[in-house]
């Protein structure tokens, strides 16, 4: 994910790229792309945070602990 990101603003696929979900799974994740760090806690595009939306806070539901965070 990270390479193809990558990828696509070198060979001026874009000038952006936006994120959503990956945010709410791991908020730390532009951080540790600025760092070089791999060690990212990927969404596994399950839409439990869109489901209870209206009902809960936003978070994820999934849950595995966040990699190189003691919060899950
Ligand atoms: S609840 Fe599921 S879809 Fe939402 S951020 Fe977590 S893993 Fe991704």
């Known amino acids: 994910m990270c390479i193809s990101m990558e990828d696509i603003i070198e060979n001026?696929?874009?000038d952006y790229?936006?994120?959503?979900?990956a945010l709410i799974r791991d908020p730390g994740f532009p951080g540790k792309i600025k760092e070089g760090s791999r060690e990212i806690s990927r969404c596994i595009?399950?839409?439990h945070c869109i489901h209870y939306l209206s009902i809960a806070p936003l978070r994820c539901y999934n849950?595995?602990?966040i990699k190189g965070s003691s919060k899950i």
């Open 12 to 14: 001026g696929g874009a």
């Open 17 to 21: 790229i936006s994120l959503s979900r």
């Open 45 to 47: 595009h399950c839409n």
């Open 63 to 65: 849950g595995k602990r």
